[in-house]
């Protein structure tokens, strides 16, 4: 599973948590020595048919969240070396040069020094934005929200999931998009067509071998969602990948932040969904596992 692959220190934001071009290249190495690098056909294949057996020491690479970093750094690399990508952009970014709340928040807290003292700001903007909310304190919010994570902060954990869903949207909306003007820019359409992928480069890549699923559509946590709202989420994601020439019968999707419940995998059986992949850090069984659950493992679990 990888998100940003960038020049780091040489990039506008070299704390954005993401892996640089040279790790990228050296976990390549790894993988084409350790591994099979397959392709999302070979699973399918493989699922469909008990006879068709997997290569030893199958892998398959997943890139989330649709980044112009994977037209620019991961594809031309991968076509090289002849491994296919999958690749999951969310359709709302892409159509309509929105950047989602989830990177806003990231390139925000790229862009701070103290987490600590944006917490408190954050809480301060919300008894500004919001004076009838019935806000909680920080030590509130870290005892519910900031566990145990791998790769952030207890403060940094409360803050992207306090921003993400546990304040009401018509709150934490303009408090994400105030941070993200001051901090980042103002200009949200143009930071949106450098970040992420465009229709062309999707179309170059598909010519090539890559594969696109979904990501859903607005890059929302799904099983936060109603039944109904799950459905237009879907929806307009299957219409954003049909539009791409991605056959209906044929597709597969990862979720948003790792996000799924029964209703939703109900959903999608009845889509006809082939493949759903989680963020459980661990390796597939196939034997073992839903096909529509598949855990996947992050790039910083792998040698670079």
């Not at 989330?64 to 076509?79: M, Q």
């Not at 090289?80 to 709302?92: D, K, N, S």
């Not at 990862?254 to 992949?277: A, E, I, K, V």
């Amino acid at each position: 599973m990888y998100h940003y692959v960038r020049d780091l220190g040489r990039s506008r934001f070299p704390a954005i948590k993401g892996l640089s071009l040279e790790r990228f290249s050296r976990q390549l190495d790894y993988i084409q020595a350790q591994y099979t690098p397959i392709t999302i056909e070979t699973l399918l294949d493989a699922l469909q048919s008990p006879e068709q057996a997997l290569p030893p020491n199958a892998i398959l690479l997943t890139f989330d969240d649709g980044y112009s970093d994977h037209f620019a750094n991961v594809f031309p690399v991968l076509d090289a070396r002849g491994i296919q990508g999958c690749f999951f952009p969310p359709a709302e970014a892409i159509l309509e040069h929105k950047v989602l709340d989830v990177n806003k928040i990231h390139f925000v807290l790229a862009s701070v020094r103290d987490p600590e003292a944006l917490l408190h700001r954050v809480l301060k903007l919300v008894l500004e934005t919001a004076p009838d909310y019935p806000l909680q304190s920080k030590d509130f919010y870290c005892e519910k929200l900031g566990g145990d994570h791998r790769f952030d902060s207890r403060e940094v954990v409360t803050l992207k999931r306090l921003l993400q869903r546990e304040l009401p949207e018509p709150i934490r909306q303009p408090v994400v998009q105030g941070l993200f003007a001051e901090y980042v820019t103002n200009d949200e359409t143009a930071f949106a067509c450098e970040l992420y992928l465009s229709l062309d480069q999707i179309a170059c890549m598909r010519r090539h071998g890559m594969h696109f699923g979904s990501h859903g559509y607005s890059h929302a946590w799904l099983n936060h969602l109603a039944p109904q709202a799950q459905t237009v989420e879907i929806d307009r994601s299957l219409e954003f990948l049909k539009n791409l020439g991605i056959a209906a019968d044929n597709w597969t999707i990862c979720y948003p932040y790792g996000g799924f419940n029964d209703s939703l995998l109900q959903l999608l059986r009845s889509r006809g969904c082939r493949l759903g992949f989680s963020v459980e850090a661990r390796m597939a069984d196939l034997d073992q596992d839903d096909r529509l659950t598949l855990p996947r493992i992050d790039t910083t679990d792998l040698p670079s």
